[in-house]
C-alpha cells in the first residue's frame, strides 16, 4: 500500500534515508526507485550533512553541467590557451578505463574527490558507460559532451603526456620558479604510475591542483583511502562518513543505478532463480593466473571454504536419501567466466543428499569465457551479476577482485573472501571474513609527504589498513 513506502519521518523508503534526490522522472531509471525492494535496507544511514553536501552537488552541477553558461564560458578559456581566469566552476573529467569493476570504484573515487574540492564531475562516457548506468543527478548530465577538445586525446594520455601532472612536477614546471597555472592538468592514477604521480596525494600538491580549473584523471584504482591521509581533507571527510567503512557503500548507492535494459536483467533472473529461496549464497570466482591456480584447486578451495565456515551444507556420501526436519531451501549464485564451477558443484549436490536435508539449488548467469570490455552486452551482463550478487545474504568473493569490491560494498555485506593460493597449493584457511566492506586500494603511496621520506601509510590512522587480500594495499575499516 501507499503508506508502507513511507517511513516514520516521511522520506519515502525508496530514497535511501534521503540518500538520493527526490527530482527524479521515475520511469527513465527504474532501479532508482526499485533497488529499495531488492536490496536489504542499509543499517549504515548516511550522514544529515553527507546529504545536504549531495544536495548541494547536484546544485552545483545543475549551475556549472554541460553546456550551462558557466561552462561554456570556462570552456572557451580553455580553448583560448589564455591563463586560466578564476571560475566558480571547476571541473574533474574521469576517463573510461579498465574492466568495469575498475570502473565503479574509481568513479566513486573520483566523485569523492569531486566533492571535497568543489569540482564538477564530468564522465567520459568511452564505448558503453550510458548504457549501464542512469544520470545520478537532477536535470544536467554527467556525461562530457562529444564535443569537449581534448576528447581524443584520452586514449593516450599516459606519463609522457605534456598536461601529466606529475611529469609538470618532474620537469620542474609548476612551483619552483613561479610557473604560471595551467588552466588544465592530467592526473595519472593508474597503477603503473610513480613517485611524482603520487604526489597528487600531499597536501601541498592538493593547494596546488585547486587553483587548476580542468583536472582530467585517470585511474584505475580505489583510491579513497589515501584520501583520508590527506590533512586538509580530514575534517570534512569525517564530517561527511562518521563511519568511515561506509564510503563506498552510500556513495555507490547513491551514484550507480542501472539503465532500464540491465535492470531487466537483473530483476527477471531475481525472480526466476533466486527470489524464493530461504537464503541466497553467492559465489564470485574469478581466477586471474589458471596456471597458479587450476580448476580442481580453486573448486577444493571453494568447498573447504564453505564447508568450514558453515556456508552450504556437507554432502552424505554414504546415505540414499535424507528426509529434513523442514525443507529449507538455499540458491547458491554463481559468477565467473567459465561454466566448470557450476557444473561441478551442481553435480556434486544433485548425485549426494545433503546432510542436513537442505535443498541446495546453483544457479550462473553467464560464462562469457574471457574478459571483453569493449563490448555492450558482455558489460551489461558483468553490471547485472555484480548487481545480483549484491542481493545475496551470504557472499564469497575472490581475492584481489574489484568486480568482487562492488558486489560487496552495494550489498553492505562482509565477504568472505578466498585467499590467493600460492605454489598451486589450496591456502589455509581457504578464506576469511573480511574486516569492512570497503573497496581494496591496489596501489597506494607510500611516503610522508611532510617528512619526504617513505613511511607505511597503512598503519599511520587506525581506520586506514592493509588489505585482507593485498598485504599492500589499504582500505577504509
Ligand atoms: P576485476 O578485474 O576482477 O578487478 O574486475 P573488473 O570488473 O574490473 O574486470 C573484469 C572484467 O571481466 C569484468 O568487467 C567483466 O567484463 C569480466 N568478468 C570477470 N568476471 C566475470 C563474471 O563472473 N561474469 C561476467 N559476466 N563477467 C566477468
Redesign the pocket.
Known sequence: SEDDSFQSDDVPKELLDGLLSAEFDKRSCLSRYQSASYHKPSSQKPSSYLISRLRSYEALHKRCGPYTESYNKTLENLKSGHPPESSDCNYLVWISF?????RIVTLASAFLYALLTNRVLLVDPGVDMIDLFCEPFPEVSWFLPSDFPIKKQFDHFDQNSPHCYGRMLKNNSTKSNGLKLPSLAYLHLVHDYDDHDKLFFCNEDQSFLQKVPWLIMKTDNYFIPSLFLIPSFEQELSNLFPKKDTVFHLLGRYLFHPTNPVWGLITRYYHAYLAKADERIGL?I?VFDTVISPFQQVLDQILACTSKENLLPEIDRQKAIIHPGTQMSKAVLI???SSGYLQKLRDMYWEHPTATGEVISFYQP?H?EF???EKHT??R??WA?MYLLSLTDVLVTSS????GYVAQGLGGLKSWILDKPENKTVPNPPCRRVMSMEPCFHAPPFYDCKAKRGIDTGSVVPHVRHCEDMSWGLKLV
Open positions: 579498465s574492466g568495469l569493476g575498475n564470485q574469478r559468477t565467473s567466466l553467464s562469457e574478459q571483453q570490455t558482455h558489460n551482463k558483468a551479476e584481489w577482485s574489484t568486480f
